[in-house]
C-alpha cells in the first residue's frame, strides 16, 4: 500500500471554522460569520493561556542586570508577550566560568514587606509584576555590573488569528482540541442544543492535549504514607 509521504497537512483559521460550523450542525454563510467565529477563536486562545495549555510558547529571555538596578523589562522587543515568568536563574560569569544558579519568587506581599529593597549583594530573588507590561525586580539590588545576568523560562502569548487565511500558532498534536473547542464556543451562541455535547467532547480533548504538554520525567518518587494511615 502507498503511502503519501507528507507531513504538511495545515488548517488555517477559515477551515478551521468551516470544521466548527459544521460540528454545530451550521453552514457559515457571512462574513459576520467569520469575523464572530475570528473572535471566539481568539478568546479561546487567551483561554488556552489561563490554563497553562500553551508550553510551546516557552522561550528563554535573558537580561543583563546592571549595579543597583532592581527593576527590569521582562522583554524588551515586546513588552505585552510575556504571560507569566516559570523560573528564574541568575547567571554568572568570572572570567571564562559561567554558573546558573535559581532564584526564589516571591510574592507581591513578600516583596513589599522588605524593608531596604536598595541593599546591594548578589541577586538571589525576585518578584514578577503581572502589569499589562510585566517587569520583574530583583533583590538584593545587584552589587555590580557585567557579572549577573537574569535569565527566565517565559511563558508567551500565542499569535492572534486574524485573517481567514492565517495559520494558527499551535503543534499538530493540538488541532483536534482547538476544532473541537471553537466549535463549543460556537455552539453557545448560535447551536445550543448542542453546546452539553461539544463542551464534552471540548474536554476530552483538552485534557488529553494537556497531557500531552507536560513535561515528561524518567522517574517519579512517591513518599510511603502507610505508617500515617496506620497511626
Known sequence: MATSNSKDFELDVAEYVEEAFERCGLEMRTGYDLKSANRSLNLMLAEWANRGLNQWTIQEK?????????????????????????????????????????????S?????HIVNKSS??????????????????????????????????????????????????????????????LAYYISLKRAPE???????????????????DEDRASFRISPDIRSYNNA
Open 62 to 106: 535573558t537580561v543583563d542586570m546592571v549595579k543597583d538596578t532592581t527593576e527590569y523589562s521582562i522583554d524588551s522587543t515586546n513588552g505585552t508577550a510575556p504571560i507569566d515568568v516559570l523560573d528564574v536563574f541568575i547567571r554568572e560569569t568570572i572570567s571564562s566560568e559561567t554558573t546558573d544558579l535559581p532564584m526564589t519568587r516571591l
Open 108 to 112: 507581591r506581599a513578600e516583596y513589599s
Open 194 to 212: 448542542r453546546t452539553a455535547l461539544l463542551k464534552g467532547l471540548y474536554e476530552e480533548e483538552f485534557t488529553r492535549a494537556l497531557s500531552s
Open 120 to 181: 546591594t549583594g548578589k541577586p538571589n530573588q525576585y518578584f514578577i509584576d503581572k502589569q499589562i507590561t510585566p517587569k520583574i525586580s530583583v533583590w538584593p539590588a545587584p552589587d555590580k555590573s557585567s557579572t549577573y545576568t537574569i535569565v527566565m523560562n517565559v511563558l508567551t502569548r500565542m499569535d492572534d488569528a486574524d485573517a481567514a487565511t492565517n495559520t494558527v500558532d499551535l503543534p499538530f498534536r493540538f488541532y483536534p482540541c482547538l476544532a473541537a473547542g
